[in-house]
């Protein structure tokens, strides 16, 4: 955990330790809603899905983004393929794709 977050702050593991673990998680998971979000209006679907695939918390975001909006239980059984469903239901298809 900790060589992660160096790297995606750009610290060394000694200033990574000194900083608050709560902002931290905080801005970790902002970043990782935003790379949802991203991937959920890229333009290429098939690109966008196939990288949900390959990053499951990506497509459990979406899902908690959803339940969220709903005002449901941010937990859930399987959110990644609750979230892959979300990104077939609600992504707008390519021009020419059927949706």
Not at 6 to 25: I, K, N, R
Not at 86 to 91: K, Q
């Amino acid at each position: 955990m900790l060589s992660a977050i160096c790297e995606a702050f750009g610290c060394t593991p000694s200033q990574a330790l000194s900083e608050d673990w709560d902002t931290v998680h905080r801005v970790l998971e902002y970043r990782a809603a935003q790379a949802a979000v991203d991937t959920f209006n890229q333009k290429d679907r098939k690109t966008a899905f196939k990288r949900l695939e390959q990053n499951p918390g990506l497509a459990e975001i979406l899902a908690r983004m959803q339940r969220a909006q709903m005002g449901a239980p941010l937990a859930g059984a399987d959110l990644a393929a609750e979230g892959a469903d979300v990104f077939r239901a609600h992504a707008a298809p390519v021009e020419g794709e059927e949706a």
